[in-house]
Every structure is written in structure tokens, then in C-alpha cells.
């Protein structure tokens, strides 16, 4: 277990997401007053979990605000507890995955930070400069993993492409160029309706925690 737990910290571990409703509306029909009927075992020893209730937290979209229950299970021999969420957050984040993609999309189309700010604002949910900023810069530590794990994802699915060659930087490459080959990379890998929600929803389902977008 030590060597499955190199590389991630224990408070990653223990979130989980899963495709429990595209948006917020669907998952609270679905979830907002029951716990989700699905068997956890414990990341840290494989052991199953019992259901342990939930907390609140909130789920900014453009044009509301929403608080939806996050559901936890717990490990009795770990004393450690598991939340599970639904796939349009990630853990620590205020803001759903397809608004921080939206905004770093137009980010790479040339828009200013401000800009996109004003773009996703509105009455009910204000989204500052400093905000979109910070989502851009995660996106570039993150782009680099992501990257890599969809490389080796798309060499055993039995790609003949050479993926290397699709990076194309030139001497000095940026980290922009990373993103540019990332969305290459991307467009290989996830089925055409995925993007009705956005990739990186579709994406965090599968990727490792350390690695979510």
C-alpha cells in the first residue's frame, strides 16, 4: 500500500469523483436528499466503508450559486472519511470545472483576464481577475501531468500516432505550447459528445486526484 500511496497525499485520497449528475439541478433531483446507494472501499487499506452522512458546500455557476450535499463515507479501521463528488466539482473548488475551463479557453484565444472576468461574471456570482489568474496558472502546473498520462492512455488503447511529433514547440518551448499540445492530445482521446459539458468534466472522472484540471 506505501508504494500505491507514493506521490499523493492522504487528503487527495480521500475524495472521489464520480459521474453523479452533469449539473446541479440534476444531481439534487437525483441526491439532495439521499445518500447514493454505492459500495466505497478505503483507498488507504481497501476496506469497506460505511455511509457517514454529508456536508454542504457551494456550487458557483455562471448566474447562481448553488449548495448541494457532498456525501462521505468512512473507514472504520483508518478513522479516515471519504468524500464523493459529483463530477462538475473538484475537491477545494467553489466554482463547477466548466467555468474554469470556459475561462482558460478564452484565455488561449487572446483574451485578458479581465476580460474573461467580465465574461462569466454576472449579478448572482461575481468572478474577480485575481480568480481567472489563478485558474490559468493551475491549469499550467497541472497541463504538463495531464499531458503525459493521456499519452500513455492513448499508446495502450493501441494509437499508431506519433504523439511526440504533435509537439512542436520549437527551441524554447512555453507552457502554452504544452496546453496547445495537450488539446491535440485530448481530442484523440475523449469521445466527440464529451465537450457538451466541457472536456475536463468528462476528463476528471478518470484522471489520478494528484492530476485533476
Known amino acids: 500500500m506505501a508504494r500505491e500511496l507514493r506521490g499523493h497525499s492522504v487528503k487527495n485520497?480521500?475524495?472521489r469523483i464520480l459521474p453523479l449528475?452533469?449539473?446541479c439541478n440534476r444531481y439534487l433531483r437525483r441526491?439532495?436528499?439521499s445518500q447514493p446507494n454505492i459500495e466505497m472501499c478505503c483507498p488507504l487499506c481497501g476496506r469497506t466503508m460505511h455511509k457517514h452522512g454529508c456536508y454542504y458546500r457551494t456550487a458557483a455557476m455562471r448566474g447562481r450559486a448553488i449548495?448541494?450535499?457532498i456525501y462521505r463515507w468512512y473507514c472504520p479501521s483508518c478513522k479516515k472519511t471519504l468524500s464523493l463528488l459529483p463530477d462538475f466539482l473538484i475537491p477545494w473548488a467553489r466554482y463547477t470545472?466548466?467555468?474554469r475551463e470556459i475561462a482558460v479557453r478564452r484565455k488561449m484565444e487572446g483574451k485578458s483576464f479581465a476580460q474573461i472576468a467580465d465574461l462569466i461574471s454576472s449579478k448572482a456570482?461575481?468572478?474577480s481577475r485575481c480568480t481567472v489568474k489563478r485558474w490559468y496558472k493551475r491549469h499550467l502546473r497541472q497541463v504538463e501531468k495531464v499531458s503525459l498520462w493521456l499519452c500513455k492512455k492513448l499508446i495502450q488503447a493501441g494509437t499508431e500516432q506519433d504523439l511526440l511529433r504533435q509537439y512542436t514547440p520549437g527551441v524554447n518551448p512555453t507552457p502554452q505550447d504544452t496546453i496547445y499540445w495537450f488539446q491535440k492530445l485530448l481530442a484523440l482521446y475523449a469521445p466527440a459528445h464529451s465537450f457538451l459539458r466541457g472536456y475536463w468534466q468528462w476528463l476528471n472522472k478518470k484522471l489520478p486526484i494528484d492530476n485533476l484540471l
Do not use: R, S
Request: hydrophobic content about 45%.
Open 13 to 15: 485520497l480521500m475524495n
Open 67 to 69: 449548495k448541494i450535499p
Open 125 to 127: 456570482v461575481a468572478v
Open 97 to 99: 470545472t466548466v467555468m
Open 31 to 33: 441526491y439532495g436528499k
Open 21 to 23: 449528475g452533469q449539473t
